[in-house]
């Protein structure tokens, strides 16, 4: 059953540290063109994929973003949830009618699937061509920066960045949570006591597997690193409220 695509997508890994060898052209059209061969809700392709080079642009994100694999690797892009495109050919009066859409329908969610779904066809790519890969959360995390950064237009939404590259690397692969965890017939399985044996005994692997890894070792668990920043929300709604607030005008 196994072939080189499973093969492929099986000994997926992130690399965080990249040899200092630029993605060729060829590399790059390759990587985004499979990324658009990506299915898409209505055939929207509402995304849109930035190719950072320039290395003033990759310091500014890495100031932000404080990861050097933002910064040190073959190639960056940024996937951005994009329904600016179809103002362009847009009346006026559609233009209002999106602008109402936008706000209160489904659009940016699905937009940010189509993105999603387009990123992981250009890891797959890239991938089965020999390099690495790395997913940057952090660009959302600084959307107005970001987006000011790399000029994107109204509608158009950073949403991460895939870094590529020759790796310079060989990390352990990640156990991932048993099968039975995620994956359920027909119907959800709501018996907590199962749930519960199946989590407590993965963290027992995922604690064996960061207290021996060759790279930043560290004593926790799946759970621990899944809980601990939700310990940092307030109880309240009032102090939720205040806290959510308080993250969005810091970007």
Request: with cysteine; glycine share 4%.
């Amino acid at each position: 059953m196994m072939n080189k695509v499973l093969e492929t997508i099986m000994n997926h890994k992130s690399i965080r540290k990249f040899k200092d060898i630029k993605l060729t052209d060829e590399q790059v059209l390759t990587i985004v063109k499979a990324a658009q061969m990506a299915p898409s809700s209505l055939f929207m392709q509402d995304y849109a994929i930035i190719g950072v080079s320039d290395l003033k642009i990759k310091e500014q994100l890495y100031q932000l973003t404080k990861s050097r694999w933002v910064k040190e690797n073959g190639l960056l892009l940024i996937f951005c949830s994009d329904l600016h495109r179809i103002t362009v050919l847009a009346s006026d009066e559609q233009k209002k009618k999106l602008r109402l859409a936008y706000k209160f329908g489904p659009s940016k969610r699905i937009s940010t699937i189509n993105t999603s779904i387009a990123a992981q066809n250009a890891t797959l790519a890239a991938e089965s061509m020999g390099l690495g890969v790395v997913y940057s959360g952090a660009i959302a995390v600084h959307e107005k920066a970001v987006k000011k950064i790399l000029k994107l237009p109204r509608n158009v939404v950073p949403l991460f960045g895939l870094c590529i590259g020759v790796s310079d690397s060989t990390p352990e692969q990640k156990p991932r949570l048993p099968l039975h965890a995620v994956y359920f017939q027909n119907e959800y399985i709501q018996d907590k006591e199962k749930q519960k044996d199946l989590l407590i005994k993965y963290d027992e692997t995922m604690k064996s597997y960061y207290a021996s890894r060759t790279d930043n070792k560290r004593s926790t668990t799946w759970s621990q690193k899944t809980l601990v920043p939700i310990n940092q929300i307030p109880s309240s709604k009032i102090g939720f409220m205040i806290f959510a607030l308080k993250r969005l005008f810091s970007k």
